[in-house]
């Protein structure tokens, strides 16, 4: 496939995941509000309240610099361009000779947006800013080791970091023991990286619970609602990620459809399990969090010693 036409495909999954981004977010809160014997909101919720902060002006600080305007967008960019590098569209790239990023590519955009968002919530000059941006990169340092061991788990046999041979790779392979637990090892940094319990709680703003809400509580009205998006878009991506390479797939044999079916399939059951995994545990302490992560690497040394 020729340069031109890889990049239209990858603008073509920016725009599909940006779209579903969503949807997911709606599905986890809907699926959680159920297990917890709620009503909750419907699952097409998310999008209301993105039409509802994409319409309103913001308001900032007049001691915030350029960074604090920036940032959003930055975060946001770097939110559809891992999207537009992920494996998304994998079950129907191995037949049109599509290739994907680097996934040391894929973590740097990761770690370029939440850098510019930890930086504006210094800019802000507020202790709630001040506290997330420190607890934010706190959780990163412990958590992107982890996610770098269970990812390196999968680029050995794959004999490459590059994700389209990864996930090529992973395609119909069964479980063995360094599956097991490098797909362990991945979820928990799921669930670090996406903010969810019991490493964080996205749906309050408790002084001693926030992490991710503490660094954007300056901002409002437009730029809330493109972090807002952007954390929906980085969630997709990493579900897809583990659905992807870390969870049984169609084999390469079966045709294309029938692998984008399975591969939506397990998209739908992690997200449920993000929902059931956040009702079955509470809130973790901070000073708990690294003794958490450790298992996630522990487990992520153990697939790479089981290959």
Do not use: C
Not at 59 to 87: D, K
Not at 189 to 213: C, K, S, Y
């Amino acid at each position: 496939m020729d340069l031109l036409m890889q990049f239209l495909v990858g603008l073509a999954q920016a725009a599909m995941v940006a779209s579903l981004a969503p949807l997911a977010a709606g599905l986890i809160k809907t699926a959680k509000a159920r297990l917890q014997n709620r009503r909750g909101p419907g699952i097409l919720q998310p999008y209301y309240d993105l039409a509802k902060f994409l319409g309103k002006d913001s308001v900032a600080s007049p001691t915030t610099s350029w960074l604090f305007a920036a940032a959003p967008t930055v975060y946001f960019a770097a939110a559809l361009g891992a999207a537009a590098l992920a494996p998304v569209l994998a079950p129907l790239a191995f037949g049109l000779g599509m290739g994907f990023a680097d996934l040391f590519m894929l973590l740097y955009l990761f770690a370029l947006g939440r850098f510019f968002l930890a930086l504006a919530s210094l800019d802000a000059g507020s202790a709630f800013g001040g506290m997330g941006g420190s607890r934010e990169m706190f959780i990163a340092v412990l958590a992107e080791p982890a996610i770098l061991l269970a990812l390196l788990s999968v680029a050995l046999p794959a004999k490459s970091t590059g994700l389209a041979a990864m996930a090529a790779s992973a395609a119909g392979v069964k479980w063995t023991l360094s599956e097991v637990f490098a797909a362990g090892a991945f979820f928990i940094v799921l669930l670090a990286e996406t903010g969810r319990i019991p490493v964080d709680n996205p749906d309050t703003h408790l002084e001693l619970t926030m992490v991710h809400e503490g660094m954007i509580l300056e901002y409002s009205g437009r730029p809330l609602g493109l972090i807002h998006w952007a954390v929906a878009i980085k969630q997709l991506v990493m579900i897809t990620l583990f659905a992807v390479l870390f969870l049984p797939g169609a084999p390469l044999s079966w045709p294309p459809l029938a692998q984008a079916a399975v591969l939506a399939a397990k998209v739908v059951a992690t997200a449920l399990a993000l929902a059931a995994a956040e009702t079955a545990t509470n809130k973790m302490r901070l000073f708990r969090i690294p003794a958490f992560m450790s298992v996630s690497g522990v487990l992520a040394l153990l697939a790479l010693v089981a290959r």
